[in-house]
């Protein structure tokens, strides 16, 4: 099985621009996580998404959105965007939502705000 | 706020059994032990998991503690591969994977 997909591997914005990064999860993954780690506040997290539906969502501004596609495919969002939201951005998918479904992450997107 | 405490650092020799410690003395009685490790700027790696029976599989043995706050990663036989930082999560209610710290393990020659 192909594991977790992130695109674009890389990428480069300015101030005030907006993001959007998408991710691929594992065949027949139907729950998708979003987290962001920076060298300061290391690995936290930013919403899941489960069939179209956001389950939960991390103490992030609104600037910080995302949506699921019926094909589980998942993208997030960052409007305007600040220095601060430089970071690796990584994603994960997990069969179900249950406690004991292991959550599968991707390579990650590193967006650099200049 | 994570709900582990993990030795900063550890260091072992390479062959050798790596052993990384991890106390949970508020863990819940649903809420799962998990392992990750994440290479310098790569996506954390799944490593295993366990509610309160030890657990087994290719890459590592986990030890709980019959009292559940308290548990231990094994690497039966550390390679320089496996330098990583460790990382133990007590996933909670929710579903979401709350990271430490996490410690960093350098297996030497």
């Known amino acids: 099985k192909a594991g977790v997909t992130q695109t674009p591997r890389y990428l480069i914005k300015t101030r005030g621009q907006q993001v959007t990064l998408s991710c691929s999860p594992i065949?027949?993954?139907?729950?998708v996580s979003w987290y962001q780690q920076t060298p300061g506040q290391g690995l936290q997290f930013l919403f899941e998404y489960f069939s179209e539906t956001q389950r939960n969502k991390g103490n992030f501004p609104g600037r910080f959105s995302g949506r699921q596609f019926s094909n589980s495919r998942s993208e997030m969002n960052v409007s305007t965007l600040e220095l601060g939201d430089s970071a690796l951005y990584l994603c994960a998918s997990s069969a179900g939502t249950s406690l004991q479904y292991e959550q599968f992450f991707g390579p990650g997107t590193r967006l650099t705000v200049l | 706020d994570a709900k582990t405490t993990q030795p900063p650092s550890m260091d072992c020799a390479e062959g050798r059994a790596a052993n990384l410690p991890c106390n949970h003395s508020?863990?819940?009685?649903?809420?799962?032990v998990y392992w990750y490790r994440q290479i310098h700027s790569q996506g954390p790696q799944y490593i295993i998991h366990g509610l309160k029976n030890n657990e087994t599989n290719e890459m590592a043995s986990l030890i709980i503690t019959e009292d559940r706050k308290s548990s231990t990663l094994i690497l039966p036989h550390a390679t320089l591969r496996d330098t990583a930082v460790y990382y133990c999560i007590v996933r909670v209610a929710g579903g979401k994977l709350i990271f430490g710290q996490g410690t960093e393990l350098s297996v030497k020659p």
């Open positions: 508020t863990i819940s009685g649903n809420e799962y």
């Open positions: 065949s027949g993954h139907r729950s």
